[in-house]
Protein backbone atom coordinates (compact mmCIF):
# COMPACT_ATOMS: atom_id res chain seq x y z
CA UNK A 1 0.00 0.00 0.00
CA UNK A 2 2.95 2.68 1.27
CA UNK A 3 4.53 1.53 -2.24
CA UNK A 4 2.03 2.95 -4.26
CA UNK A 5 0.86 6.13 -2.56
CA UNK A 6 4.55 7.06 -2.68
CA UNK A 7 4.28 7.68 -6.54
CA UNK A 8 0.97 9.81 -6.25
CA UNK A 9 2.63 11.50 -3.44
CA UNK A 10 5.03 12.54 -5.30
CA UNK A 11 3.23 13.93 -8.12
CA UNK A 12 0.98 15.81 -6.40
CA UNK A 13 4.16 17.67 -4.40
CA UNK A 14 5.66 18.25 -7.98
CA UNK A 15 2.66 20.00 -9.37
CA UNK A 16 2.42 22.00 -6.19
CA UNK A 17 -1.10 20.64 -5.37
CA UNK A 18 -2.43 20.71 -1.73
CA UNK A 19 -2.95 17.77 -0.29
CA UNK A 20 -5.83 19.26 1.42
CA UNK A 21 -9.25 18.87 -0.21
CA UNK A 22 -10.73 22.21 -1.32
CA UNK A 23 -13.83 21.29 -0.18
CA UNK A 24 -13.08 20.29 3.42
CA UNK A 25 -13.62 23.07 6.10
CA UNK A 26 -10.70 25.33 7.74
CA UNK A 27 -10.04 23.11 10.95
CA UNK A 28 -9.86 26.03 12.76
CA UNK A 29 -13.62 26.46 11.82
CA UNK A 30 -16.01 26.68 14.54
CA UNK A 31 -19.24 28.25 13.96
CA UNK A 32 -20.53 27.29 10.59
CA UNK A 33 -23.52 27.11 8.52
CA UNK A 34 -26.20 27.60 5.76
CA UNK A 35 -29.91 28.54 5.24
CA UNK A 36 -31.36 27.94 1.79
CA UNK A 37 -34.52 29.14 3.19
CA UNK A 38 -36.52 26.22 2.04
CA UNK A 39 -38.85 26.77 4.51
CA UNK A 40 -39.67 29.30 6.71
CA UNK A 41 -36.53 29.75 9.36
CA UNK A 42 -37.67 33.19 10.38
CA UNK A 43 -37.80 31.35 13.95
CA UNK A 44 -34.14 31.10 14.02
CA UNK A 45 -33.65 34.95 13.96
CA UNK A 46 -33.88 37.63 16.30
CA UNK A 47 -35.40 40.25 14.39
CA UNK A 48 -34.67 43.98 15.23
CA UNK A 49 -37.40 45.60 14.11
CA UNK A 50 -40.64 44.30 12.76
CA UNK A 51 -41.28 41.04 11.31
CA UNK A 52 -43.74 41.82 8.81
CA UNK A 53 -40.90 43.15 7.07
CA UNK A 54 -39.66 39.81 6.53
CA UNK A 55 -40.81 36.72 4.46
CA UNK A 56 -39.78 33.37 3.42
CA UNK A 57 -41.40 32.51 0.14
CA UNK A 58 -40.09 30.67 -2.98
CA UNK A 59 -37.03 29.49 -1.54
CA UNK A 60 -35.94 32.93 -0.47
CA UNK A 61 -35.83 35.59 2.32
CA UNK A 62 -37.08 38.91 1.29
CA UNK A 63 -36.60 42.18 3.05
CA UNK A 64 -39.36 44.76 1.89
CA UNK A 65 -41.59 47.38 2.12
CA UNK A 66 -40.23 51.07 4.31
CA UNK A 67 -37.80 49.79 6.96
CA UNK A 68 -34.99 51.89 8.86
CA UNK A 69 -32.42 48.98 9.23
CA UNK A 70 -33.58 46.48 10.08
CA UNK A 71 -31.69 43.68 11.07
CA UNK A 72 -32.37 39.49 11.47
CA UNK A 73 -29.79 38.19 14.08
CA UNK A 74 -29.14 34.28 13.68
CA UNK A 75 -29.67 33.15 17.27
CA UNK A 76 -27.07 31.62 19.18
CA UNK A 77 -24.22 31.57 17.25
CA UNK A 78 -21.28 34.53 17.50
CA UNK A 79 -17.94 35.49 16.63
CA UNK A 80 -15.36 37.96 15.85
CA UNK A 81 -13.55 36.64 13.18
CA UNK A 82 -15.14 35.01 9.70
CA UNK A 83 -17.31 35.39 6.90
CA UNK A 84 -21.04 35.90 6.01
CA UNK A 85 -22.51 35.59 2.26
CA UNK A 86 -25.83 35.91 0.75
CA UNK A 87 -26.52 34.80 -3.15
CA UNK A 88 -29.01 37.32 -4.37
CA UNK A 89 -30.65 39.28 -7.98
CA UNK A 90 -32.69 41.81 -6.82
CA UNK A 91 -31.62 44.75 -4.33
CA UNK A 92 -32.80 47.50 -3.57
CA UNK A 93 -30.53 48.05 -0.32
CA UNK A 94 -29.64 44.85 1.15
CA UNK A 95 -26.83 44.09 4.13
CA UNK A 96 -24.98 41.50 5.62
CA UNK A 97 -24.41 42.27 9.18
CA UNK A 98 -21.41 41.32 11.50
CA UNK A 99 -19.96 41.43 15.60
CA UNK A 100 -23.64 43.00 16.32
CA UNK A 101 -23.67 43.68 19.81
CA UNK A 102 -27.11 45.47 19.19
CA UNK A 103 -29.22 47.76 17.14
CA UNK A 104 -26.17 50.37 17.42
CA UNK A 105 -22.84 48.57 17.69
CA UNK A 106 -21.92 46.47 14.40
CA UNK A 107 -20.19 46.21 11.37
CA UNK A 108 -22.24 46.60 8.25
CA UNK A 109 -21.71 46.21 4.28
CA UNK A 110 -24.60 47.30 2.03
CA UNK A 111 -25.38 46.22 -1.27
CA UNK A 112 -27.25 47.04 -4.21
CA UNK A 113 -27.89 46.08 -7.32
CA UNK A 114 -27.75 49.05 -10.56
CA UNK A 115 -30.95 49.54 -10.32
CA UNK A 116 -31.76 50.23 -6.97
CA UNK A 117 -33.38 54.06 -6.31
CA UNK A 118 -30.65 56.51 -6.66
CA UNK A 119 -27.41 56.66 -5.56
CA UNK A 120 -27.56 53.51 -3.85
CA UNK A 121 -27.48 52.15 -8.26
CA UNK A 122 -23.68 53.50 -8.39
CA UNK A 123 -22.92 52.34 -4.67
CA UNK A 124 -23.03 49.04 -5.06
CA UNK A 125 -21.40 47.65 -2.18
CA UNK A 126 -20.63 50.27 1.05
CA UNK A 127 -19.11 49.45 4.15
CA UNK A 128 -20.29 50.67 7.60
CA UNK A 129 -19.69 51.03 10.80
CA UNK A 130 -22.17 51.52 13.14
CA UNK A 131 -21.15 52.33 16.67
CA UNK A 132 -23.88 53.82 19.01
CA UNK A 133 -26.51 54.75 16.44
CA UNK A 134 -24.50 56.69 14.20
CA UNK A 135 -22.99 54.78 10.52
CA UNK A 136 -19.92 56.06 9.17
CA UNK A 137 -18.96 54.86 5.66
CA UNK A 138 -15.81 53.94 5.37
CA UNK A 139 -15.41 51.64 2.16
CA UNK A 140 -17.32 51.79 -1.42
CA UNK A 141 -17.10 49.70 -4.99
CA UNK A 142 -19.18 50.88 -7.46
CA UNK A 143 -19.54 47.18 -9.80
CA UNK A 144 -21.51 46.04 -12.55
CA UNK A 145 -24.60 44.55 -11.19
CA UNK A 146 -28.07 44.57 -13.85
CA UNK A 147 -30.89 43.75 -11.73
CA UNK A 148 -32.27 39.89 -12.30
CA UNK A 149 -28.31 39.10 -12.42
CA UNK A 150 -27.46 36.26 -9.72
CA UNK A 151 -24.51 37.54 -7.50
CA UNK A 152 -22.68 36.42 -4.12
CA UNK A 153 -21.74 38.73 -1.77
CA UNK A 154 -19.57 38.28 1.44
CA UNK A 155 -18.88 40.22 3.87
CA UNK A 156 -15.28 39.10 6.10
CA UNK A 157 -13.58 40.42 9.15
CA UNK A 158 -9.89 39.26 10.51
CA UNK A 159 -9.00 41.32 13.03
CA UNK A 160 -9.44 44.67 12.31
CA UNK A 161 -9.73 44.45 8.67
CA UNK A 162 -12.98 43.75 6.95
CA UNK A 163 -13.32 42.99 3.69
CA UNK A 164 -16.34 43.13 0.54
CA UNK A 165 -15.92 40.43 -1.88
CA UNK A 166 -18.51 39.60 -5.11
CA UNK A 167 -18.35 36.50 -6.81
CA UNK A 168 -15.27 35.40 -4.84
CA UNK A 169 -13.36 39.01 -5.91
CA UNK A 170 -12.49 41.50 -3.29
CA UNK A 171 -13.86 44.49 -4.05
CA UNK A 172 -13.35 46.29 -1.09
CA UNK A 173 -11.67 46.74 2.48
CA UNK A 174 -10.89 48.73 5.29
CA UNK A 175 -9.00 48.63 8.55
CA UNK A 176 -10.27 49.61 11.70
CA UNK A 177 -7.83 51.72 13.46
CA UNK A 178 -9.64 52.57 16.56
CA UNK A 179 -10.50 49.52 18.53
CA UNK A 180 -12.36 47.18 16.71
CA UNK A 181 -15.64 46.23 17.75
CA UNK A 182 -15.36 42.76 19.98
CA UNK A 183 -17.26 39.85 18.78
CA UNK A 184 -20.92 39.09 18.00
CA UNK A 185 -24.06 38.21 16.16
CA UNK A 186 -24.35 37.96 12.60
CA UNK A 187 -27.01 38.17 10.16
CA UNK A 188 -28.70 40.19 7.62
CA UNK A 189 -30.35 43.51 6.99
CA UNK A 190 -33.25 45.54 4.93
CA UNK A 191 -33.80 49.13 4.11
CA UNK A 192 -36.51 50.60 2.64
CA UNK A 193 -37.48 54.17 2.08
CA UNK A 194 -41.31 52.90 0.27
CA UNK A 195 -43.34 50.48 0.01
CA UNK A 196 -41.53 49.25 -3.40
CA UNK A 197 -38.12 48.40 -1.68
CA UNK A 198 -37.25 45.03 -2.08
CA UNK A 199 -33.95 42.98 -1.62
CA UNK A 200 -33.91 38.99 -1.86
CA UNK A 201 -31.66 36.65 -0.35
CA UNK A 202 -31.46 33.29 -1.74
CA UNK A 203 -29.30 31.56 1.08
CA UNK A 204 -27.33 32.99 3.95
CA UNK A 205 -23.84 31.47 5.05
CA UNK A 206 -21.83 32.14 7.81
CA UNK A 207 -18.53 30.77 8.83
CA UNK A 208 -16.40 31.70 11.81
CA UNK A 209 -12.37 31.23 11.15
CA UNK A 210 -10.39 32.02 14.27
CA UNK A 211 -7.37 33.57 13.73
Not at 114 to 126: H, I, K, S
Not at 154 to 178: K, M, N
Not at 184 to 208: C, N, Q
Amino acid sequence: MIKRLVPALMALLACGCSLADPATPDPRTRAHGEDKFDRDSRAEYTVYGVMEHWAVERGALTGFGPAHHEVLIRTGPAFADGWVETSTKQADDGGLVLRFADNGNYYLLGFRDDDAPEPRGERNLQIYRNVNGTFMEVATADVVWPRGTQHTVRFEAQGPVLRAYLDGRLQASWTDLSPPLPAGGFGVRHYGADDAWTTRFDLFRWREVPR
